[in-house]
């Protein structure tokens, strides 16, 4: 299409003076002509004249032809598309469920005669991308397949990569409900450059739903200690309702609480306690009843684990007198710090004859009702030269013998009152006993017995006094000759030590271990091992080896799971990706006390290979050592602990822990209309529910991607208005009209 146009050169009022001095000229000039010529002839001349000048003065404003060539463009547009699970959910609150938001988006999209998404490929260069934890393109073919099967909803990082990957899109049309649970927050969220018109799916109003939400419990407790569990309640569309809540631990009902609704929404902070009693991991669950017209009821109930361990060793003895081997025995045992020791002495028997009454008497009678109410709180018990023939009855043993059955730990120690002497090969007892009793087994003194590593023994923990296999069978060699000794028929368990006269490698069990039901066991054979400390300390030597022998057989004998002395106690933090988790890590000498200076090494492995070393902070504990660490990606990653003290190696642990995002599709099934919004704001599109629809705000989309996008180009051509060969031909002409005008009128 071709137009004319004034490019200009003078100013308007230059171009008045001109025409206002031209338009006197031809006045001057037809007032000459008149003297001459007839008013008709006169005028001639002058219309002539004043038709060049005023071709003349149109020159001055440089007029030009403009010549336009319209091509329309296909604008490029990106069609977002979540696929994500909670997409799957009822769109409205409806007689018998309503269709799904994804059928919604699929209809709006493909429905009718000509439907939407083919105008839009027609029209535009039309991008279509599928997001829930990823963003993948999508087939216009395969828009009909589209299933809710995602386990997330990363919608802001689609969005930042849509924006990145293609930058010079005319806008983004959003279809989603809005929920989002990736790493990104609209806080963070920067502006895009590209306008975002969201359609969301999905109706707030008449949403109904009742769930537990924000669950803080610890991964570990301990044994006797109260547990905090806090959580929320948030319930919609059931105001005026009361519901239960059910606190379980697998099969049994701890506790039930009554939840009043009494406001829409609804949202309530909850705390419950409880206090172990066992020692391992504990199931619970938190339950509510599914209610009517609930959209989403997997969130009605939340199952969680917490690993219960000990905080001390709680530990029984009962010694038949006071003696050399129950003082060193209770020395081993207190100078532990994770032993909790509570011995009984016995100095007399209900027989002793006394010339004094009862309750003159300083020393309190045994409590063995009391204890065997407590016996559930105790790990192990040990019968040091103990015979129950004055204090306990079957029924008492019997008590003993099932708290082993279920997990106890039980160790006798020789003397004149164990084992055959003590009376144990009738007993319930005989049953759980390391060594086979036949009721004429006796106690012998001066015996001159040497001590010999069984084959077993080596490898044990128990008598693993060192890592190195040559040290510790030398240590063992340095044990003095035993000088009592309890005779039995054999041993019914693994021999750890022999006990043998002159150089026979073998001959009386002296240390053995069996496993009963649940529970371990322990027979030491002779009440003269406290020779080994005494001796050593005499000499100048050091005692822990002695100590280290009792404090490792307790931790045997009571199935301690953190028997390395390199232990990694917890890890704590949310592990998501970008969240901070935080190790705890203790460390134990030789002996199994702390290792306050210990020099610890840890370092985390991450899913691609690559090894992070982590520094290491030692915590208000001592021999306890703290590390933090930030995960930035999904996968399973390895913590590997290494500790060293004075140059030695402690020990190394590894644990694993996965990472991985927080999905709460099935957590929240609210439509989140109120983000869709901000995105549209941020970006400069607009949002509508999927429910308004139409022709006018399509219309209002296309009006928003014109100004963004222009959607055809305009070739534009000026050809100046003098350049034309005709209009020089014209003004040649005039001017030669005019000529041979004057010429034949006698003017020239």
Do not use: C
């Not at 990363?154 to 930058?167: F, I, K, N, T």
């Not at 379980?248 to 009043?260: E, M, P, Q, V």
């Not at 020779?531 to 005499?538: E, K, P, Q």
């Amino acid at each position: 299409m071709d137009k004319l146009t004034f490019i200009g050169g003078l100013p308007s009022w230059g171009l008045i003076l001109i025409a206002l001095g031209t338009f006197a000229l031809l006045v001057y000039q037809f007032v000459g002509l008149r003297e001459h010529l007839s008013l008709r002839q006169s005028a001639l001349l002058v219309s002539l004249r004043g038709s060049v000048y005023a071709l003349l003065i149109l020159f001055l404003t440089h007029p030009v032809f403009v010549e336009e060539r319209v091509t329309q463009l296909r604008r490029p547009l990106v069609l977002l598309l979540d696929t994500s699970e909670s997409m799957g959910f009822p769109a409205s609150q409806q007689a018998n469920g309503g269709k799904s938001r994804i059928e919604i988006l699929k209809e709006k999209l493909l429905g009718g005669n000509d439907p939407l998404i083919q105008r839009l490929a027609r029209d535009y260069d039309l991008r279509l991308y599928q997001f829930n934890t990823t963003l993948q393109p999508v087939g216009l073919e395969s828009v009909g397949d589209l299933t809710a099967h995602g386990k997330g909803t990363r919608l802001l990082e689609a969005l930042g990569q849509v924006g990145r990957d293609s930058p010079s899109t005319a806008g983004i049309i959003l279809l989603s409900d809005g929920i989002a649970n990736g790493t990104q927050s609209l806080e963070t969220f920067s502006s895009l450059p590209i306008p975002v018109f969201t359609v969301s799916i999905g109706e707030v109003k008449g949403f109904t739903d009742l769930r537990i939400a924000n669950l803080r419990v610890p991964e570990f407790a301990f044994r006797g200690r109260e547990i905090k569990m806090d959580f929320t309640i948030e319930a919609y569309g059931l105001e005026g309702k009361e519901v239960p809540l059910y606190f379980t631990r697998g099969r049994n009902l701890i506790s039930t609480r009554s939840i009043t609704i009494d406001r829409d929404p609804f949202k309530e902070q909850i705390s419950l306690t409880y206090t172990p009693k066992e020692i391992g991991p504990h199931s619970f669950s938190l339950k509510l009843p599914s209610q009517a017209g609930e959209q989403i009821t997997q969130n009605n109930q939340k199952d969680f684990k917490i690993d219960v361990q000990r905080d001390k060793i709680r530990v029984l003895s009962l010694s038949g007198s006071p003696s050399w081997n129950y003082r060193f025995l209770r020395l081993a045992l207190k100078q532990d710090p994770f032993i909790d020791l509570i011995s009984f002495v016995f100095l007399r028997t209900p027989t002793d004859a006394v010339d004094v009454p009862e309750n003159q008497l300083s020393l309190i009678p045994f409590p063995i009702d009391e204890i065997l109410q407590e016996l559930e709180n105790f790990d192990l018990i040990i019968f040091d030269n103990f015979s129950h023939r004055s204090y306990f009855n079957a029924t008492y043993l019997e008590k003993i013998r099932d708290f082993v059955q279920e997990g106890g730990g039980f160790a006798m120690l020789g003397g004149i009152r164990s084992f055959d002497s003590g009376g144990y090969f009738d007993s319930p007892l005989n049953g759980l006993l390391a060594v086979e009793l036949d009721g004429k087994g006796g106690y012998q003194m001066n015996t001159n017995l040497h001590t010999s590593l069984a084959s077993a023994g080596k490898a044990h923990p128990v008598t693993r006094i060192f890592p190195d296999p040559r040290a510790n069978e030398e240590a063992w060699k340095q044990i003095p000759s035993l000088t009592t000794f309890n005779r039995v028929v054999g041993p019914k368990g693994e021999v750890l030590l022999w006990a043998a006269r002159d150089n026979a490698s073998r001959g009386w069990p002296l240390l053995t271990v069996k496993k009963f039901g649940k529970g371990r066991t322990l027979a030491l054979l002779s009440d003269d091992l406290w020779r080994w400390n005494f001796i050593a300390v005499g000499e100048q030597e050091s005692s822990q080896v002695h100590q280290r022998l009792i404090r490792q057989a307790v931790r045997w004998l009571t199935q301690e799971s953190l028997f390395e002395q390199v232990q990694i106690i917890s890890m704590e933090g949310s592990k998501s990706p970008g969240e901070q988790v935080e190790f705890l890590v203790r460390v134990l000498k030789d002996d199994f006390t702390p290792a306050p200076q210990g020099a610890i090494q840890l370092r985390v492995t991450g899913p691609d290979g690559e090894q992070i070393p982590l520094e290491v902070v030692p915590s208000t504990t001592e021999g306890e050592y703290t590390a933090v660490f930030t995960p930035t990606q999904e996968g399973t990653y390895e913590l590997a602990a290494e500790g060293e003290l004075s140059g030695k190696n402690l020990g190394k642990n590894k644990k694993n822990f996965v990472v991985s995002f927080s999905h709460a599709e099935i957590e929240d099934g609210r439509p989140r209309v109120d983000l869709l919004t901000r995105i549209a704001e941020i970006s400069q599109g607009y949002s509508i529910p999927v429910s308004q629809w139409s022709d006018k705000s399509w219309r209002e989309i296309i009006t928003k991607l014109k100004s963004r996008s222009p959607s055809e180009i305009v070739e534009r051509r000026e050809n100046p208005l003098w350049s034309s060969p005709w209009i020089l031909a014209l003004i040649l002409l005039l001017l030669g009209f005019e000529w041979w005008q004057r010429r034949s009128w006698g003017l020239i």
